[in-house]
């Protein structure tokens, strides 16, 4: 089975701390995702990478960076987090770019951002 | 720009009852796929079910099943004898580019 890891379930940071999520992924996947999920506005997309060093903006990249310097682990970077970035951000990875290919969720991270 | 919308954003029904969910879409593509994905909770989100635009045939995994309608562009989910395991949050998704486009999601409680 996949299995998709996240470093915390849950987070609380302080306005202007920078903040580090980390994603784990074991399957050798070639696509990383993450996403921010909101009540109401469903899941967005932050950033994604489809090889190592290789990253792609999403819908909603403002704020974020991200990071992955070996296959299995992509990094999502809050440089001075905000109070409206509180949310759960998931990870997500698939095996290979394709328009068919099931993504495979973490349990995500609830940050709260005071 | 694509866009998927989910309506009823919570649903209730009687365990073994049967239960539709409902997700709208629009692209401009002609090659794409959908699913069907649940959120139970405090626990990872999993794959329900996916349909591949060019396939007439809805797809089916067990108690689950898709009445896919693309002229209309309608993609609903319907549980069958629903169980009490089946309460989560429901999210359809559209892919024609390898990214996932989401619905706002479907609160599903499944009473006993």
Redesign the interface.
Known sequence: DVK?TQSSRYLVKRTGEKVFLECVQDMDHE?M?W?RQDP??????IY?SYDVKMKEK?DIPEGYSVSREKKERFSLILESASTNQTSMY?CAS?LV???????Y????TRLTVT | AQTVTQSQPEMSVQEAETVTLSCTYDTSENNYYLFWYKQPPSRQMILVIRQEAYKQQNATENRFSVNFQKAAKSFSLKISDSQLGDTAMYFCALSNTGKLIFGQGTTLQVKP
């Not at chain 1, 109401?40 to 997309?45: A, D, I, K, S, V």
């Not at chain 1, 770019?97 to 993504?103: D, N, P, R, T």
């Not at chain 1, 969720?105 to 995500?108: E, Q, R, T, V």
């Open positions: 998709v696509n995702f996403y109401g506005l469903g899941l967005r997309l994604f999403g998931l698939s770019s394709g328009i068919a290919y099931e993504q969720f973490g349990p995500g």
